[in-house]
């Protein structure tokens, strides 16, 4: 099992930047891939960004590519995503979710795939 606490979120002027954190506890983090979802009210969740497990293949939603970036420090168990160019549609409350991979280079981007969630952080992009 893997515990996983997002941090980073708040409010931010439209063409600001943040950067989201996912700190991992329990099982040895290096050993899932990992993925970014965002779910805007009223609106169901969604992905947005990926990265296998050992780091080499990324892969990232149409709405946020060129603008977003997902990276990840295994030696501090924590992944990251960092958000620039910001909208005021990429507000939303931000997940971070973990999966076992069947490949070291493999990446997930449905939501079905992931098996552990953290509880999410909120991102305001205001106009």
């Known amino acids: 099992q893997v515990q996983l606490v997002e941090s980073g979120g708040g409010l931010v002027q439209a063409g600001g930047s943040l950067r989201l954190s996912c700190a991992a506890s329990?099982?040895?983090?290096?050993?899932?891939?990992m993925g970014w979802f965002r779910q805007a009210p009223g609106k169901e969740r969604e992905f947005v960004a990926t990265?296998?497990?050992?780091?080499?293949?990324?892969y990232y939603a149409d709405s946020v590519k060129g603008r977003f970036a997902i990276s990840r420090d295994n030696a501090k168990n924590t992944v990251y995503l960092q958000m620039n160019s910001l909208k005021p549609e990429d507000t939303a409350v931000y997940y971070c979710?973990?999966?076992?991979?069947?490949?070291?280079?493999?990446?997930?981007?449905?939501?079905?795939?992931?098996?552990?969630w953290g509880q999410g952080t909120q991102v305001t992009v205001s106009s």
């Open positions: 979710a973990a999966k076992m991979p069947l490949w070291s280079d493999s990446y997930y981007y449905a939501e079905q795939s992931y098996d552990h």
């Open positions: 329990g099982r040895t983090f290096n050993a899932y891939a």
């Open positions: 990265i296998s497990r050992n780091s080499l293949r990324t």
